[in-house]
């Protein structure tokens, strides 16, 4: 049975720096694509970063540069490392597999709970 399980988030200033992780069980990280997707009140989710099988990165326009996505394939577990973080990222994100590189959350066959980042003004 696969599971993915997010923590890490809660609620930060503007400017600061959050970490979240994504730990997984019945799947091996390295053999499938993690993305990370977030979703906005009355907002689509969509995707943040996402992680592929050789460690090459998949990033968001608005968030390039400042979360980078990383992965321990002994621990099973893949994070994202958000900073500079502005309201606007304000949302639940959400860890999940996909046998492909893709930005599509359609893609993506097994998910998370969610995990709540908040960023006041």
């Known amino acids: 049975q696969v599971q993915l399980v997010e923590s890490g988030g809660g609620l930060v200033q503007t400017g600061g720096s959050l970490r979240l992780s994504c730990a997984v069980s019945?799947?091996?990280?390295?053999?499938?694509?993690i993305g990370w997707f977030r979703q906005a009140p009355g907002k689509e989710r969509e995707l943040v970063a996402a992680i592929g099988w050789r460690g090459a990165g998949l990033y968001k326009d608005s968030t390039r540069g400042r979360f980078t996505i990383s992965r321990d394939n002994d621990k099973n577990m893949v994070f994202l490392q958000m900073n500079s973080l502005k309201p606007e990222d304000t949302a639940v994100y959400y860890c999940?597999?996909?046998?492909?590189?893709?930005?599509?959350?359609?893609?993506?066959?097994?998910w998370g709970q969610g995990t709540q980042v908040t960023v006041s003004a």
């Open positions: 999940g597999r996909s046998g492909r590189f893709s930005r599509e959350e359609s893609d993506y066959d097994y």
């Open positions: 019945g799947s091996a990280v390295g053999t499938y694509v």
